[in-house]
């Protein structure tokens, strides 16, 4: 039931991923129920929600992402970044959280789904410190607008973009932008299987 209603969604998203490609998805759904007994990841309990509220809604911000390297900011039990990372294997994803359990979980989901795109990080996003800068930061229900922006910009290169997926359109946050960053665009984003405003924001740097 789970590939026929994620097949069924990849399609109303225009979305093409192959048999093995779903396989994991649903593999990873697997996984995200055996550990949620213990480690409490989601409050999402049927299996068929979890494909709509975990999987497609992930996906749905796929067409709209530039760069090759992102950073999943509180990615929690990996959403959205290792839905992406499936989706998107010539790219590369930076899983940061900063709860053990959590980070442990996607440790697991790395070697049982062999995602070597995929690196996982324990820590803060404002502790953190990259070799090198990403070129996109993912956020999905993390913090205010500019609390993420506070957090996450020395994570990013100076054109690079921040991706901040919401529910209802953020107006008072946006009018909390921190100076010097601005709304390049936003989409209104249609999940199968959601019911309720979803939206993507997208952040960058004024030019000066």
């Given at each position: 039931m789970l590939d026929r209603l994620l097949d069924s969604g990849?399609?109303?998203?225009?979305?093409?991923?192959?048999?093995?490609?779903?396989?994991?998805?649903?593999?990873?759904?697997?996984?995200?129920?055996?550990?949620?007994?213990?480690?409490?990841?989601?409050?999402?309990?049927?299996?068929?929600?979890?494909v709509s509220l975990h999987l497609l809604d992930s996906l749905s911000v796929l067409p709209y992402l530039s760069g090759d390297r992102f950073v999943d900011v509180g990615s929690g039990a990996g959403l959205p970044g290792i839905p992406l990372a499936v989706a998107m294997p010539d790219k590369v994803f930076t899983l940061l959280d900063s709860n053990a359990k959590r980070t442990r979980?996607?440790?697991?989901?790395k070697t049982e789904l062999e995602l070597d795109n995929i690196k996982v990080v324990h820590c803060r996003a404002e502790s953190y410190k990259p070799a090198v800068l990403?070129?996109?930061?993912?956020?999905?229900?993390?913090?205010?607008?500019?609390?993420?922006?506070?957090?996450?910009?020395p994570?990013?290169?100076?054109?690079?973009?921040?991706?901040?997926?919401?529910?209802?359109?953020?107006?008072?946050?946006?009018?909390?932008?921190?100076k010097g960053?601005?709304?390049?665009?936003?989409?209104?984003?249609?999940?199968?299987?959601?019911?309720?405003?979803?939206?993507?924001?997208?952040?960058?740097?004024?030019?000066?």
């Open positions: 990849l399609a109303e998203l225009s979305l093409s991923l192959d048999k093995r490609q779903q396989e994991k998805l649903i593999r990873y759904l697997q996984l995200l129920e055996k550990w949620n007994h213990t480690y409490n990841l989601t409050a999402v309990e049927s299996a068929a929600d979890r979980f996607l440790l697991q989901v990403f070129d996109s930061v993912l956020s999905r229900a993390y913090a205010s607008l500019s609390q993420m922006i506070e957090y996450t910009a994570l990013c290169d100076y054109k690079g973009h921040f991706f901040a997926m919401k529910g209802q359109y953020p107006q008072k946050e946006l009018r909390d932008l921190p960053f601005n709304v390049e665009r936003f989409h209104e984003l249609r999940v199968p299987g959601v019911i309720g405003d979803r939206h993507l924001i997208v952040i960058c740097r004024s030019q000066p």
